[in-house]
T-cell receptor, first 109, second 116 residues
Framework: GQNIDQPTEMTATEGAIVQINCTYQTSGFNGLFWYQQHAGEAPTFLSYNVLDGLEEKGRFSSFLSRSKGYSYLLLKELQMKDSASYLCAVLDSNYQLIWGAGTKLIIKP | ETGVTQTPRHLVMGMTNKKSLKCEQHLGHNAMYWYKQSAKKPLELMFVYSLEERVENNSVPSRFSPECPNSSHLFLHLHTLQPEDSALYLC???????????????FGPGTRLLVL
């Protein structure tokens, strides 16, 4: 079966760095998405990786290793507004999105 | 600004009620989706429409009935729901649709549904 694993919840301190991991087992791979979802709001697109390596976008970076079936989202200089759930999703060989359950990130002052 | 709106934002209904959820996208996309989001569970794809035709139905109970009158509007009609149907229902759109391209989905804020 197809499976996406990510931690249920993480806590970090304002100003610090946090890494949210995502491992996947899917039928084929056409890329991996990260979405951010604030409580009571729409998920919004953060990043898309299809090649191995690190992609940086401001305070947020996303890494992919296809051979390991592994990705992480790195958030630097954490701000209180980064408190949200982070959803990992993989596009399989049929271009269907397979979603993880999301990681709730709590930022403390 | 999301470009995808959903109404109502919150809904409480009894098991014998009939209600409808509405989604509208202002992005000129061809595909629209209904998802169910339950706490600590992955998003569950319910229905997909591409150019107003249903292209996917993931074995959803018949008490959920979708309608797509045009590429900008999507409805989810609800009747005789069960308490376990309580969840956040998210609508999304994408430019082309599943299986056609690698594309980002754009989500609405969701309708928080509580079935008593």
């Amino acid at each position: 079966g197809q499976n996406i694993d990510q931690p249920t919840e993480m806590t970090a301190t304002e100003g610090a760095i946090v890494q949210i991991n995502c491992t996947y087992q899917t039928s084929g791979f056409n890329g991996l998405f990260w979405y951010q979802q604030h409580a009571g709001e729409a998920p919004t697109f953060l990043s898309y990786n299809v090649l191995d390596g690190l992609e940086e976008k401001g305070r947020f970076s996303s890494f992919l290793s296809r051979s390991k079936g592994y990705s992480y989202l790195l958030l630097k200089e954490l701000q209180m507004k980064d408190s949200a759930s982070y959803l990992c999703a993989v596009l399989d060989s049929n271009y269907q999105l397979i979603w993880g359950a999301g990681t709730k990130l709590i930022i403390k002052p | 600004e999301t470009g995808v709106t959903q109404t109502p934002r919150h809904l409480v209904m009894g098991m014998t009620n009939k209600k409808s959820l509405k989604c509208e996208q202002h992005l000129g996309h061809n595909a629209m989706y209904w998802y169910k989001q339950s706490a600590k569970k992955p998003l569950e794809l319910m229905f997909v429409y591409s150019l107003e035709e249903r292209v996917e139905n993931n074995s959803v109970p018949s008490r959920f009935s979708p309608e797509c009158p045009n590429s900008s509007h999507l409805f989810l009609h609800l009747h005789t729901l069960q308490p376990e149907d309580s969840a956040l229902y998210l609508c999304a759109s994408s430019p082309l649709g599943p299986g056609l391209a690698i594309e980002t989905q754009y989500f609405g804020p969701g309708t928080r549904l509580l079935v008593l």
